[in-house]
């Protein structure tokens, strides 16, 4: 008997030094307990002092389920009384793990971590959750003395929530606090309190996995990165806040889509830099060969007619080499404003014959046949004629080149309003959506070569709009797509159509 007291005596020692190391352990880590019954009675609740002070009630007294969650922040009260039902489901795990606002008895926000899980009532009457509450609100909020330091700073900085799914995959996060420059770095209007996925439902997912990672981990990171739901480059240094368990990132960020833009335009002028030197010197030395061939036979023969024939080779080539210096001088002449335009009445009827009668025999080259629409009555236009064929001239010229070799290439022109119209439409490769600007631009070229014909030096458009802007119109390009054909309009103000 004696042995047998002993042994229950020594179990209830040994438990009361566990209760004992339990409470220590409670009360070094600041933590409240708490019980919620899932018995269907409004006072199922209990709360230490702890749990009281964290959750702004009276250290004492009777308290209802009510009382408790008329505390939480009205905009968690709905996402607690999910995960508290969740908890009791008899099929679910029986966890409860949340991060909770709490209204202060100040007027302010408490932020606490609560964790739970699912036992039996010891008199048998159920089910309940026992768990620990946490107050984090210190790790959460400024300190005073860097409040004004973070409102100054010239950068978009904020604090957020990092919230993960049942399967730790971080999937969204809460935005707890914003300096100043935040809405004008990222656009986004009244955050505090609201989550990225609210304000912006298509931001990437890897913002997430990387500001998860940065609350998993506690390894700062620094990186750039597109948004493109917010249609800006950033900048990001992003760390860990506080209490690990509270899973806050700070982000420190700053708008860099003009240095990217600038950077992408600079890289985009190279390539096209080089693929025009690398057309270049081909294009020079298309000709310069069967000069070369057509002058060493010259030098060994005496034949009237073969030299009558090599000379008129020769010809056709300088031509073109008088061509390919005359367009890079035009955009020379241009570039440095130093293009002289010889400014006079003018109908359009008129340069646009002589604008065929150049493109004809490239035309025929490519068997293509060119349907042309001029209107009865002239249009009249203030301009330079020989400039004006030229643009009508290349733009001609590319419908031959880019137009399906025994197509159909259209030649419209009209008055529209106090404009004058010209359309030049092919049935040929066509030009994607994303190209119907790009394309003008100095040296842009979308094919090098097309059904073996050389696509030219990619300036010819470049050429076209500098030339249609300095009098005054504007030209656009169109296309259904690749595949499709393409259309050039060029409109110009009419002659005294501003006095009329």
């Known amino acids: 008997m004696q042995s047998r007291a002993r042994k229950t005596n020594d179990k209830f020692e040994s438990l009361r030094r566990s209760e004992q190391r339990a409470q220590l352990a409670i009360d070094v880590a600041h933590l409240g307990m ?20 964290i959750c702004g009630l009276p250290a004492s007294g009777r308290l209802t389920r009510a009382d408790v969650m008329a505390r939480v922040h009205p905009e968690d009260q709905a996402r607690i009384g999910g995960a508290l039902q ?3 489901d008899p099929s679910g795990s ?13 007027g302010g926000v408490r932020w606490a971590v609560a964790r739970g899980q699912r036992s039996p009532r010891h008199d048998g009457g159920g089910c309940e959750l026992f768990g620990s509450l946490v107050d984090i609100s210190a790790g959460v909020g400024f300190n005073d003395r860097y409040r004004a330091l973070f409102h100054a700073i010239d950068r978009g900085f904020c604090v957020v929530e990092v919230l993960f799914d049942d399967a730790g995959k971080a999937v969204d996060y809460r935005f707890l606090e914003t300096n100043p420059r935040f809405v004008a770095e990222t656009g986004l209007g009244d955050a505090v309190g609201r989550r990225m996925r609210e304000l912006a439902p298509s931001h990437e997912q890897h913002w997430f996995d990387l500001y998860g990672e940065v609350a998993r981990s506690g390894q700062p990171v620094r990186f750039e990165h597109e948004a493109q739901a917010l249609g800006r480059w950033y900048d990001v240094y992003a760390y860990r806040v506080g209490d690990p368990l509270a899973r806050q990132v700070g982000i420190l960020f700053a708008d860099i889509t003009a240095r990217r833009q600038a950077e992408f335009a600079l890289r985009e002028a190279d390539r096209r830099k080089d693929e025009f030197l690398a057309t270049l010197s081909h294009e020079l030395r298309n000709p310069l060969a069967p000069l070369s061939s057509a002058l060493e036979v010259l030098q060994r023969s005496n034949d009237p007619e073969r030299a009558a024939r090599l000379h008129a080779i020769m010809a056709r080539q300088v031509d073109q080499l008088t061509r390919l210096v005359d367009d890079l001088m035009e955009v020379s002449r241009i570039t440095r404003g130093h293009l002289h335009l010889r400014m006079a009445p003018v109908d359009l009827r008129g340069v646009v014959r002589a604008a065929i009668e150049t493109s004809r025999p490239l035309l025929d080259a490519q068997r293509q046949s060119l349907a042309v629409e001029l209107p009865d009555a002239p249009l009249p236009v203030v301009g330079d004629a020989m400039r004006l064929a030229q643009v009508l001239t290349n733009l001609l010229n590319n419908a031959a080149r880019y137009g399906r070799p025994g197509g159909h290439v259209r030649l419209r022109a009209w008055r529209d309003g106090d404009d004058a119209a010209i359309a030049v439409r092919d049935d040929g490769i066509g030009i994607a959506s994303d190209k119907l600007q790009s394309i003008f631009q100095p040296f842009m070229q979308l094919h090098r070569e097309v059904d073996g014909m050389q696509a030219g030096l990619g300036i010819g458009l470049s050429l076209v709009l500098s030339l249609i802007e300095r009098h005054g119109g504007r030209v656009v390009a169109r296309s259904a797509g690749e595949g499709r054909g393409s259309e050039f309009i060029v409109r110009l103000p009419m002659a005294g159509a501003s006095d009329a």
């Open 94 to 106: 029986g966890m409860f793990s949340e991060d909770i606002r709490f209204l202060a008895l100040d």
């Open 86 to 88: 969740a908890a009791f």
């Open 34 to 53: 708490w019980t919620w019954s899932a018995i269907e009675l409004p006072d199922g609740v209990t709360l230490d002092e702890r749990c009281r002070e």
